[in-house]
């Protein structure tokens, strides 16, 4: 892994307890807010963004993995390093900026970082997929494999 993926790894890994702290302050709203349990909508979207959160944090981090395995440009790798992870962000802020309000009976204009967020997530892994499969069918069969051992 170079090192600016390893330095993106670690920012990753130092956002993930975030999610775990924002997953464990729903906890008293579900057992002791009536209001909160009342609106579904709002207990969905929630829901719905810790998962993307943690879930989108993870595929960035196994797509770190990889994108030092591309032939892609530097440049290209950074967009690939970044636009994962910004999904990550996106979504989740989308579904949880969008019902703030205890009383919200639809989202508002923020759930259209939503959409942002799947842009972005797209970009990123359709870059990451096309760099690797460039870069397999610019390599020889069978180089890099290892022979019996002596």
């Not at 997530?121 to 019996?148: D, H, I, N, S």
Request: charged share 15%.
């Amino acid at each position: 892994m170079s090192n600016e993926s390893r330095v993106v790894a670690g920012i990753l890994l130092l956002v993930m307890p975030t999610v775990v702290f924002g997953g464990a302050s729903i906890l008293p709203l579900l057992v002791g807010d009536p209001e909160y349990a009342q609106n579904q909508l709002r207990q969905d979207l929630w829901r719905a963004g810790h998962a993307h959160a943690g879930v989108l944090l993870v595929l960035s981090l196994v797509a770190l993995r990889y994108v030092d395995e591309t032939g892609l440009s530097e440049r290209t790798r950074w967009f690939v390093r970044l636009t994962i992870p910004a999904a990550a962000i996106l979504l989740p802020a989308a579904f949880f900026l969008s019902v703030l309000s205890p009383d919200a009976t639809e989202p508002n204009a923020m759930i259209l970082l939503a959409y942002l967020g799947a842009v972005s997530l797209t970009a990123g892994l359709l870059t990451l997929g096309a760099g690797l499969l460039l870069r397999g069918a610019r390599v020889p069969r069978g180089a890099g494999e290892r022979g019996p051992a002596p």
